[in-house]
């Protein structure tokens, strides 16, 4: 297994995997109810079996080339993750996702874990479009595709059913040359 630190704070980032099942649903019961407001991720896991059969399902994603999905540690505790959500290489396009716990909000983790996911992605296989999906009111969301400078593409009116009401999806992107001009800006910060 690996472990990337995201910086002195002592976070890092590692492969979520079905033997983390019981770490996963204790994270996804701390984080359900903020997380499930723009997410339906925590409401796969409803117990240990229920957390491991998804992340198993990821874990096949991942073996058949459909990208990662990766937790984020802080002080020893799993307290949000990144993955991507799609990952084609032939067509050198993949949308990346994220969530969070609340009390670990505000400290740049999501942004700094992207960086390396990115970075992955259009280094070493040669993405050349990274997308991000965010209901329009996930004003936390759209903020960190912002600074990972990523640019608006649109809005996706009312495609996403969630909890009985329908969301408007904005959707960023940034494309490879972008993103090894852009990121250079994010280590000086």
């Known amino acids: 297994m690996f472990a ?3 910086g002195d704070d002592g976070a890092e980032l590692r492969p979520l995997e079905p033997w983390n099942a019981e ?3 204790a994270h996804m ?7 499930t407001r723009y997410v339906p991720m925590p409401d796969r896991a409803t117990d240990v079996e229920t957390a491991r059969a998804f992340l198993q399902a990821r874990a096949d994603n991942a073996a058949a ?3 990662g999905f990766f937790g984020i540690w802080s002080q020893g505790t799993l307290v949000g993750g990144v993955l991507f959500v799609t990952f084609d290489a032939k067509t ?33 296989r040669g993405i050349h479009r990274v997308e991000w999906q ?10 960190v595709a912002k600074r990972l400078g990523m640019t608006r593409d649109g809005v ?14 904005e959707v960023w992107s940034v494309l ?13 910060r």
């Open 29 to 35: 019961e701390r984080c359900r109810e903020y997380v």
């Open 23 to 25: 770490e996963y649903f």
């Open 4 to 6: 990337i630190s995201l």
């Open 92 to 124: 050198g396009i993949c949308e990346v996702g994220c969530w969070l716990e609340e009390a670990a909000v505000g400290r740049g983790l999501i942004t700094r874990a992207m960086r390396h996911l990115i970075d992955w992605a259009v280094d070493e």
């Open 176 to 188: 490879a040359p972008e993103w090894r001009e852009h990121r250079d800006t994010l280590t000086r």
């Open 65 to 67: 080339d459909g990208g």
């Open 156 to 169: 996706l009116r009312g495609s996403f059913p969630h909890r009985g009401e329908r969301l408007d999806m």
């Open 134 to 143: 965010a209901a329009t009111v996930n004003t936390a969301s759209i903020a």
